[in-house]
């Protein structure tokens, strides 16, 4: 092997260097999760990001590429850390052709790499090919000269690969495998390529793109057919550095040692213990990535699959007796491993510790308070006679406690109980299926659809930098009925509606946040409205209606017509204003707030311009305040706004700043505003600051765990905001009759006397339920000197129900009592011991909670003296009363 590549660091740089000598352009890595494709929660693969150009390589930006690609998969969560292959977070190396070159160049280039620059033990290589793809057969044994003994012919499950998603570009592979050797075997005498076991690993898959999966199910050949190989990374290293496994590489070895430093002594690490350490080293490089991209634990969509890989982890360091937060400690030294190839995750590595940290904290917190429910689970479960925890009962410790299936199951066991885990997936696959129902994904699918062509050569050169309108040709077009697009208001709904493809157009695509450009397409004198512009692959669609409802559409669509452009240039400019806001405010939030604040959406249209950003507090009054000040400020200091076109490396070592949830080329545009803000962005943005006019801020929120939102206008919206506010200021006061200056001490004085007729009314419901709770002691059992009490009282709400269990407690020296109060369609109780018995006795408010709910069917907790119990059976009140007599009698 070559000894100069080794690392991670070097393969990765020999493999793009590679690759770039064979006329391939360099693309950064696109974010974890993809642009503008609701089909994939994360990037899977390396050829994401370029789908669309296997669609119309024509119009794709170069015809080869190649790049080093974060992915994350979560298929095989069990399989982590067992195995000496799966991961979640991993690192595809690829090299892409679009239309260009095909599977000769592929398998030649391959076998280049990895036998001649990276001198791997051609004794120790095989090869496999889809069954009936005798092209691929015969380079491997005619040109490569591989013998037939070791090249396989496998099935469409192993040599078939795509589509990433339910639809798009797939095709047959052929896969490169390395011999780990037969120690490795499962033992099977048919062990071979193919195989699940860690013999034969297969780290290079190069794939031949020839069809597009379309929603009907029909494979459509690929006009140009296209290469896609991906190389994993984390085998390689295995492979180039002569270890036994990944995990050992110098990648995740660091990270592993580390962890078993944390591990207390007495622990002793055996083989499944150390499967663990490796499970929790592929989950702290999972979360350190995405966390670092702005992707936050959750309880829906991507957060969620990262909450249950961050409570996995946490509860294999349970199962080592390590109970307080340690994942968080791990973030340093896998951005010490990374960095220098991903130098962003420096930038937000404080930040990155920081939320798993409080993540830890909360699961820690919840599984505290989730072992009492698990007490009472087990009690109710045995009392039964079970031997089996019941799934619903699963799924409630999992939903409410954060415990992970693993943990209850290893709790269930210690007490010689199994769990029911059909069950919890049955209710597990009804929560997933219910969120899928409510997916906020609503970008329409990217599909193959069929256009009608009238003009030839390339098309959908965007000139909207430097133009407004102009004269264009309609190269491809597609009558729809409108009702296929039902998000759209149209004017003339009776009417036919067309898609074209022009050769050139200066209409912005909706893209990167900001809306579509709309106006206008003339020919012969007739005007077609454009109601919507958007990218289907790398191709720019415009929606148009007729402007009169008489107009014929079939005059647009001729033979290749030339037709007139025009943008609506006083809507570009308020949405260009906004735009440019958005970028000094991402500034004011870094200088104001601090610098780990990152963009995490944006919405910019001509109304208003909304920002999500990274930040775990809500900002002050003070510090929004601030921040409109320093905004303000840059907007009367009239700077002009420069942009300029630059290789993406080159822009990136200048200090441009590029969003995580945008994909780059190797060319990218940077748009600078001098000594305040320089980022990457395709957007439109106005020349100079002072156009953007005055800035208000009209709200800020919470939308998702550390993400903030800020709302603002510009220009003629934020002056019609600020006439809106003083007009309500001069109607409140005419409702308060006072003058506009004295409003706000007209409103605290009516304040504080709604205040004071609250406290009476108040102090007056108290002396009626005081008369309640005199009735209720009068009627007490007694169990030898203790008072039990019990009865339903009057009350608006459980607050008011604690009230009545304080009254008691002053009432009674020495007692019991269990109050109810039906409220919002449940039976709520409140459970009450005086300070003498909880000294004194075994009788505890939280003891009493635990059995009579198990009567009442309903759960709770509190303190010793003070409980509370909620259920929905409203008809077991009776059954808790009787019974709390007798349980009194036995605890005392």
């Known amino acids: 092997m070559n000894s100069e590549i080794r690392s991670a660091h070097e393969i990765r740089r020999a493999y793009i260097d590679f690759f770039v000598q064979k006329d391939h352009v360099e693309v950064p890595s696109a974010p974890l999760v993809p642009k503008g494709d609701p089909t994939l929660l994360f990037t899977s693969a390396g050829m994401v990001q370029f789908k669309d150009n296997y669609l119309e390589p024509r119009n794709a930006p170069y015809a080869r590429a190649t790049s080093v690609q974060k992915c994350l998969r979560a298929g095989d969560l069990e399989s982590v850390g067992k195995t000496l292959r799966h991961h979640t977070f991993f690192e595809m190396l690829g090299n892409f052709s679009f239309g260009d070159y095909f599977k000769q160049e592929a398998i030649l280039w391959g076998w280049e790499f990895i036998v001649d620059l990276l001198q791997l033990d051609v004794d120790k290589l095989l090869v496999s090919v889809f069954e009936d793809d005798d092209e691929a057969y015969d380079i491997w044994n005619k040109e490569i000269g591989i013998e037939e003994s070791r090249i396989f012919r496998l099935g469409r499950e192993d040599n078939f690969w795509g589509p990433v998603g339910s639809t798009g570009v797939c095709g047959p592979s052929s896969e490169i495998y390395f011999d780990t050797g037969p120690e490795r075997s499962c033992g099977s005498e048919k062990c071979a390529p193919g195989c ?356 014929k559409l079939e005059r647009i669509i001729g033979n290749g017509p030339t037709v007139r452009v025009q943008i609506d240039d006083k809507r570009r400019l308020s949405v260009a204003r906004n735009h440019t806001a958005t970028h000094l405010l991402h500034a004011a939030l870094r200088r104001i707030i601090g610098k780990h604040v990152t963009q995490a959406g944006s919405l910019v249209d001509d109304q208003r311009l909304r920002f999500d950003f990274s930040h775990f507090e809500q900002v002050t009054r003070e510090e929004r305040f601030d921040i409109e000040r320093a905004v303000n400020g840059w907007v009367m200091d009239a700077i002009d706004v420069q942009w300029e076109w630059m290789d993406h490396k080159k822009a990136i070592e200048s200090g441009a700043m590029a969003l995580f949830d945008e994909k780059y080329g190797s060319r990218v545009r940077v748009v600078r505003i001098p000594d305040v803000s320089i980022e990457l962005c395709g957007g439109i943005h106005v020349q100079n600051t002072g156009q953007i006019g005055p800035f208000f801020i009209t709200s800020e929120s919470s939308v998702a765990a550390g993400i903030r939102r800020i709302e603002a206008v510009t220009g003629s919206g934020a002056l019609s905001r600020i006439r809106s506010v003083l007009e309500r200021e001069e109607e409140i006061g005419l409702l308060l009759r006072s003058s506009q200056d004295d409003v706000l001490d007209r409103v605290r004085f009516l304040l ?135 349980i009194i009698k036995r605890l005392k």
């Open 752 to 886: 504080d006397e709604v205040d004071s007729m609250k406290r009476d009314i108040k102090e007056l419901e108290r002396g009626g339920i005081g008369n309640e709770i005199d009735e209720i002691v009068r009627k007490a059992a007694k169990v030898d000197s203790i008072v039990v009490a019990f009865g339903r009282v009057s009350v608006k709400d459980v607050s008011a129900l604690r009230n009545q269990a304080d009254i008691f407690r002053n009432k009674v020296a020495s007692g019991v009592a269990v109050l109810s109060a039906p409220l919002k369609g449940k039976l709520q109780f409140v459970v009450t011991v005086t300070d003498d018995l909880v000294k004194k006795s075994s009788i505890s408010a939280t003891g009493l909670v635990r059995e009579l709910g198990a009567i009442a069917g309903g759960g709770g907790g509190g303190k010793k003296h003070l409980a509370q119990l909620g259920t929905k059976d409203l008809d077991s009140e009776e059954r808790v009363f009787e019974a709390l007599p007798g």
């Open 196 to 551: 699940d076991c860690d013999r034969y690993i297969e780290f290079w898959n190069l794939v031949f793109p020839q069809f597009f999966l379309d929603e009907s199910g029909e494979y459509r050949r690929l006009e140009k057919p296209g290469i896609d190989t991906g190389l994993g990374l984390e085998r390689l290293a295995m492979i180039m550095q002569g270890v036994e496994d990944n995990f050992h590489t110098d990648i995740f070895e660091p990270i592993v040692d580390s962890l078993a430093g944390m591990v207390p002594k007495g622990v002793t690490l055996g083989s499944e213990e150390r499967m663990g350490l490796n499970m929790i080293a592929d989950h702290a490089r999972a979360l350190t990535f995405t966390i670092s991209e702005g992707i936050y634990p959750s309880n829906e969509g991507r957060g969620y699959l990262l909450r249950r890989l961050l409570r996995r982890a946490l509860t294999r360091f349970h199962s080592y007796g390590i109970e307080k937060p340690s994942l968080y400690k791990l973030v340093d030294l896998v951005v010490e491993i990374m960095k220098e190839d991903y130098p962003e995750l420096a930038e937000r590595r404080k930040e990155t510790a920081k939320i798993i940290k409080a993540e830890e904290k909360a699961f820690f917190r919840t599984l505290e308070e989730g072992r009492t429910r698990f007490r009472a689970i087990v009690g109710e479960t045995k009392e039964t006679g079970k031997d089996r925890i019941e799934g619903e009962k699963v799924f409630v410790l999992y939903d409410t406690f954060g415990f992970p299936v693993e943990l209850t199951r290893s709790l269930a066991a210690a007490d010689g109980l199994d769990i029911d885990e059909d069950g919890f997936e049955t209710r597990m696959e009804e929560q997933r299926r219910r969120a899928q129902e409510g997916s906020a994904f609503t970008e329409r699918e990217q599909e193959l659809v069929e256009m009608t062509e009238i003009g030839t050569g390339p098309n959908s050169e965007f000139t909207g930098y430097e133009r407004l309108g102009g004269d264009a040709v309609v190269m491809k077009y597609r009558l729809l009925e409108k009702s296929s697009r039902e998000d759209m208001e149209w004017k003339h709904p009776g009417t036919a509606a067309v898609e074209v493809v022009l050769d050139s157009t200066p209409f912005y695509a909706v893209s990167g946040g900001q809306v579509a450009d709309v106006g206008w397409i003339e020919m012969d004198g007739a005007r077609y409205d454009v109601m919507d512009v958007f990218r289907r692959g790398v191709e720019i669609v415009h929606l148009l209606e007729p402007h009169d409802a008489g107009n």
